[in-house]
Each structure stands twice: as structure tokens, then as C-alpha cells.
């Protein structure tokens, strides 16, 4: 099956700081999507992105499926920013298949 | 606009007792998905159903585990006879067609 592979695997941000998350996967997708799990463990979709660039206040992403890959821009990072981010691709008839994530641990 | 609504939000069984998990999806919705998620771990797929048919179950277990998405009602993930390892988060997702997810707060199954 489809292999998603995130990094870094952990990332550490001083309030602020900027950030680029990556999301490689072994397969053609027609479906890719990032979400945010936060400290309580609710699951937000963040983007649908299969192909191009999106953007939505201080987080975009960008996907370039020809060369299997996603990444997710975090820009002045804050506090709530904390959590794991997961990639999840769609290829073929397999649903959505989840990386490992990138926990995130923003600080004061 | 209500989202996608798991009960209960925890769960505790003792070993060979039976869980219940419900889903009730986004209205409109007529694909759902259930996950499982370990401490520290990425989600990992169960089943994925639409109403009144299973469209892929290749990562739910063989034995034990089932699940329906009947034409009214809400979606149920089944556990017979329950063993420590089935303690996990059981979440689950709804969506249209191949369409965004959206996830429930989940169920935090614990076996004693």
C-alpha cells in the first residue's frame, strides 16, 4: 500500500518562529490532506489540498503531486499551535492513509 | 450545523464484554470512516462504509470487530469479547465523496 512518511518527526518553535512541515508518499495521490490534533486530542482539518497552494490565515501548504510531496507552512507560530500535525493521502481505492505526524511543541 | 458526533466519549470494559461505538455523521454525509489510534501513534484505518455497504474493511481485524452504517441511524463499530490490546481512541470521520474529513472527539476505549 501507500507509504506516507512526515518531517521531522518532533519540532520545537520559540512563539513566533517560523515553520515548514513535510509530507513525502510513495504513490500518486487524488487526495491529500492535512489535519491538527491538538492537546486534547480533537482532530481539525486543516487543508484538502491534492495539487497547489493553499492558504488560510498563518498556515498554508502546498502540494506538488508530481513529485509526491506536501509541505505545511506555519508562520509566526503561537502557544495553540501546539499539537501533532498528521498528512493523510487518498490513492487508489485505499482511504485515507496517515503519517506518523510532527508533534509540534510551541513555546512562551 | 451539528459535526460528527461520537458516544460515549469514554468506555470501559472489562475482558470478554462487548463495546458499542457510535458515530452519528455531518448531515449529508453518506461516507464514514473509522480509525484507531494508539498512545503516540498515527491513526491507522479500520473500515471505511457507506450507507448500508462496506466499501473496504482491509484494516479492521478479522475476529471480534464489525461494523454497519445502516439506512437510518448511526454508524456502529462493534468489539465482541473485548481483550487489553482493543484499548485504544476509536475515532471517526465523515465525509461526501472522497471529500474533506471531518472527525468526531472520538472514543477512548479502556479493557480492565
Known amino acids: 500500500g501507500i507509504q506516507v512518511e512526515q518531517s521531522p518527526p518532533d519540532l520545537i518553535l520559540q512563539e513566533g518562529a517560523n515553520s515548514t512541515l513535510r509530507c513525502n508518499f510513495s504513490?500518486?495521490?487524488?487526495?491529500l490532506q492535512w489535519f491538527h490534533q491538538n492537546p486534547w486530542g480533537q482532530l481539525i482539518n486543516l487543508f484538502y489540498?491534492?495539487?497547489g497552494t493553499k492558504q488560510n490565515g498563518r498556515l498554508s501548504a502546498t502540494t506538488v503531486a508530481t513529485e509526491r510531496y506536501s509541505l505545511l507552512y506555519i508562520s509566526s507560530s503561537q502557544t495553540t499551535d501546539s499539537g501533532v500535525y498528521f498528512c493523510?493521502?487518498?490513492?487508489?481505492?485505499?482511504?485515507?492513509?496517515f503519517g506518523k505526524g510532527t508533534r509540534l511543541s510551541v513555546i512562551a | 450545523n451539528a459535526g460528527v458526533m461520537q458516544n460515549p466519549r469514554h468506555l470501559v470494559r472489562r475482558r470478554g464484554q462487548e463495546a458499542r461505538l457510535r458515530c452519528s455523521p455531518v448531515?449529508?454525509?453518506?461516507?464514514v470512516y473509522w480509525y484507531r489510534q494508539l498512545p503516540e501513534e498515527g491513526l491507522k484505518f479500520m473500515v471505511y462504509?457507506?450507507?448500508?455497504?462496506?466499501?473496504?474493511e482491509s484494516g479492521m481485524p478479522k475476529e471480534r470487530f464489525s461494523a454497519e452504517f445502516p439506512k437510518e441511524g448511526p454508524s456502529i463499530l462493534r468489539i465482541q469479547q473485548v481483550v487489553r490490546g482493543d484499548s485504544a481512541a476509536y475515532f471517526c470521520?465523515?465525509?461526501?465523496?472522497?471529500?474533506?474529513?471531518?472527525f468526531g472527539s472520538g472514543t477512548q476505549l479502556s479493557v480492565l
Open positions: 470521520a465523515s465525509s461526501s465523496f472522497r471529500g474533506k474529513l471531518f
Open positions: 504513490d500518486s495521490v487524488n487526495n
Open positions: 489540498i491534492p495539487s
Open positions: 493523510a493521502v487518498w490513492g487508489g481505492n485505499t482511504p485515507l492513509v
Open positions: 448531515k449529508g454525509h453518506s461516507h
Open positions: 462504509l457507506q450507507k448500508e455497504n462496506i466499501i473496504d
